[in-house]
Structure formats: structure tokens, C-alpha cells
């Protein structure tokens, strides 16, 4: 049904926007909030907001096109977008433990946080696309 493709892609837009919405509210925090001012020097945290903007996007976009197929396919996308996840903020972790930048028990903070967010973004989105195929 062309309707039902249409109300999905717009679905879709909606959700990449609020992923950029969060991108750039967390990409500028650190320049008005002043317990985390110091990440706003280097590339740290925008390379790290912008990897968990990226991997969230991806994964909603892989969950959408395995909610039209099988149940396994829907389940083995979630786990595969949770793995992404993890595996992208276990990279920064590490990255900023072996780094010498300041701020490093900020930024791990402070990008767990941004981590959480789009975890419970991604969570939301799941469940809506579960309850869209249990109906079918």
C-alpha cells in the first residue's frame, strides 16, 4: 500500500530529525553548560556525539527494513544495533583512557549520557515498529 510506505518514510525523517536535534543539542552543550565546558576544545566530543548520532540513525534504518521481513529479522537487527552501540562507546572509552586530553572522566560521563539518550531513542523506535508488526 503506497500510504502505508509513505507514513513510514515520514516516520522515518521524523526520527532522523530528532536524532539530529539531539546531534547538535549535545555537540553545543558543552558551551553552555558549565560542568562540562572543557569538552568544548578538541575533537573528542563531537566525533564521539556525532558516532553515536550515526550508529542510532543507521540502526533505525536497519531495524525499518527488517520490521517488513520475519520476526527473526527484526530481533537479529535489534541485537546488531546493540552491538554497534556498544562496540562504538566501548571504542571512545577506550580511546579516551588511553588518550592525554583533559577532561577524561567528563567526556566518559558525559558521552554515556548522550549513549543512554539515543539508547532510549532507539528503544521507543523498536517498540513502535514491534507493535506495528505484531498487527500484521
Avoid at 558551551?31 to 578538541?42: A, E
Avoid at 536497519?62 to 521481513?69: E, G, Y
Avoid at 539518550?117 to 523498536?126: K, L, P, R
Amino acid at each position: 500500500d503506497l500510504h502505508k510506505e509513505y507514513r513510514r518514510q515520514r516516520q522515518m525523517c521524523i526520527r532522523d530529525r530528532v536524532c539530529v536535534a539531539l546531534c547538535v543539542l549535545f555537540g553545543t552543550a558543552p558551551q553552555f553548560v558549565p560542568t562540562i565546558h572543557v569538552l568544548s576544545h578538541g575533537f573528542w566530543w563531537p566525533s564521539g556525539v556525532v558516532s553515536m548520532t550515526l550508529v542510532t540513525v543507521v540502526g533505525h534504518r536497519w531495524l525499518r527494513k527488517a520490521s517488513s521481513q520475519s520476526p527473526m529479522a527484526f530481533v537479529t537487527s535489534v541485537n546488531g544495533v546493540t552491538a554497534m552501540k556498544l562496540f562504538t562507546m566501548l571504542g571512545w572509552l577506550t580511546a579516551s583512557l588511553v588518550a592525554d586530553a583533559d577532561g577524561k572522566r567528563v567526556f566518559v560521563l558525559s558521552l554515556f549520557a548522550v549513549f543512554v539518550v539515543f539508547t532510549i531513542v532507539f528503544v521507543a523506535s523498536a517498540a513502535s515498529l514491534s507493535k506495528k508488526t505484531d498487527k500484521k
